[in-house]
């Protein structure tokens, strides 16, 4: 079998040609006649000029599609086609996980000694327990944030290397995500996990659903969000230690919308649970903006990921809200960065500072100086390669 047939995901005979996938997208404007043509060029290897320019990879119109068809992977399967015969360009290499060191990687020599322990015993610790906690690529970047008491009872393992492939998803790099589907396999098989949790929505929905369903992998464990996991055990405590009495708005990701309530919902519920009061974006839930992280994986130009993500940080100003807060790390990451260059007076904040705070521990937010950091990498480290001609593959 050719690897077009093997990584070819979309689910022809359940498409009815309903041009919902498309017609709801909020990045590029297509009326409902023109949202069924593109699905038809799509399957059949015709993509427009005006989706491949304007898709800026934020995943929802798999979301979107009724019958789960998965256009999405459509979409990706072209930027597939392209990597196989060109590669990618040199200047995104410094941001793939599969660099060492990258932009992520760089900043551990910025953290405290405490934060440069957890990472070093979470390397080292067997992922087995009754529940292990996978920590990926962005919780290393903030080890901060599983600092806490709430924490007691969660085993956490993981290191650089057992990146979860996501970055590669979204990019269409479908043979580097089946290699990494062999590795996890591999790495987990015969540990005695009683259940995953998860700290980031696109961790949960690669190990629950991308990798097994689409790339063959094997767990033999239950998976759940952390946010659930902590949601049940707040609430059996009682009342807060301590109210936040404030008002945020919630950034969603891209893959919330994929698993839905579980994390959409949830995450809401645990806000309030802290005494926050929430005031929704124009944009939020399944018709939310990305954070602008997805944006550089068409075209790999940081300019993409900048515009993408200053977008959603205007939308969130525009709530009046006192902080903007989230619950995926990736985002917090990417908007804590872009925040930089456009400067915001609300503070991005994760979940889990919150909760921190709501139960009577100390709090830190590093995040805004780690980026700086990672900004002034990216600077010297990848942006002087941008007009460089040369490719490379993972």
């Not at 690529?137 to 492939?165: E, K």
């Amino acid at each position: 079998m050719d690897n077009q047939g093997r990584f070819d995901f979309f689910r022809y005979e359940d498409c009815t040609l309903c041009g919902d996938c498309l017609a709801r997208c909020e990045y590029i404007d297509f009326s409902r006649d023109e949202a069924v043509e593109e699905v038809k060029g799509l399957i059949d290897g015709r993509p427009s000029r005006k989706l491949q320019k304007g898709c800026i990879s934020c995943y929802a119109c798999n979301a979107f599609c009724p019958q789960d068809c998965r256009p999405y992977e459509l979409i990706t399967r072209n930027w597939f086609e392209r990597y196989k015969h060109k590669g990618l360009p040199v200047r995104a290499s410094y941001l793939m996980p599969s660099s060492f060191p990258n932009f992520r990687t760089d900043v551990v020599k910025n953290m405290s000694a405490r934060e440069q322990e957890m990472l070093r015993r979470w390397s080292n610790t067997p992922p087995e327990g009754e529940l292990v906690l996978y920590p990926g690529c962005n919780l290393m970047t903030l080890p901060h944030l599983v600092d806490a008491g709430f924490m007691q009872g969660v085993t956490i393992s993981g290191d650089w290397d057992l990146c979860c492939g996501e970055m590669f998803f979204r990019m269409g790099l479908f043979d580097a995500v089946e290699r990494t589907a062999r590795k996890l396999t591999e790495h987990y098989r015969g540990r005695e996990i009683g259940k995953m949790l998860f700290t980031c929505p696109a961790c949960l929905n690669m190990f629950r659903n991308v990798l097994p369903d689409q790339f063959g992998a094997e767990f033999s464990f239950e998976t759940e969000y952390l946010g659930s996991y902590l949601l049940a055990r707040m609430q059996e405590s009682g009342q807060p230690a301590r109210r936040l009495e404030r008002k945020v708005t919630v950034h969603d990701s891209c893959h919330a919308r994929i698993l839905g309530d579980e994390v959409l919902k949830t995450s809401r519920d645990l806000f309030t649970w802290m005494g926050l009061e929430i005031k929704e974006m124009d944009h939020s839930g399944l018709q939310g903006y990305c954070c602008g992280a997805a944006a550089g994986c068409n075209r790999y130009s940081p300019f993409d990921i900048i515009f993408s993500a200053m977008r959603e940080l205007w939308e969130a100003q525009k709530t009046g809200a006192r902080d903007l807060a989230l619950y995926c790390t990736g985002c917090q990451i990417t908007l804590s960065l872009c925040s930089w260059l456009f400067p915001t007076l609300q503070p991005v904040r994760h979940m889990l500072e919150y909760l921190r705070e709501a139960t009577g521990e100390e709090v830190s937010h590093p995040a805004q100086g780690r980026t700086f950091h990672m900004l002034t990498n990216i600077t010297y480290k990848a942006l002087p390669k941008m007009l460089s001609p040369r490719h490379y593959r993972v």
